[in-house]
């Protein structure tokens, strides 16, 4: 059975520096990027704040629309985020309250 899968992105800022990812475990994941356990772009460029997460019912539907988010154009992306997150809010305590 595929597990559950997240699209998310992640900014240092608002209307800064944007990385879009996949995961199985989003709270796991964005942990990791906000206390710079990942090497890479994220730690490379400060980006702490998640901004925008989607949920899918399996891994490969999040993986599919992440490779198709990771080809949009920034002004794609923008539009994405200011519908649902209009000031580019820290979306951690969305995810890690009950």
């Not at 990791?32 to 899918?56: A, M, P, Q, W």
């Not at 080809?71 to 209009?86: E, F, V, Y």
Request: contains cysteine; charged residues 25%.
């Amino acid at each position: 059975m595929d597990k559950r899968g997240y699209v998310y992105i992640m900014t240092n800022k608002p209307d800064g520096v944007m990385y879009t990812g996949v995961t199985s475990n989003l709270v796991k994941r964005v942990y990791e990027h906000r206390n710079s356990l990942v090497d890479g772009f994220t730690s490379k460029y400060n980006c702490k704040r998640l901004i925008y997460f989607e949920e899918h019912p399996t891994m490969s539907g999040a993986i599919s629309r992440e490779k198709a988010m990771k080809k949009w154009n920034r002004s794609w992306k923008l539009r994405l985020i200011n519908a649902t997150n209009p000031d580019w809010c820290d979306l951690w305590r969305a995810i890690t309250s009950s």
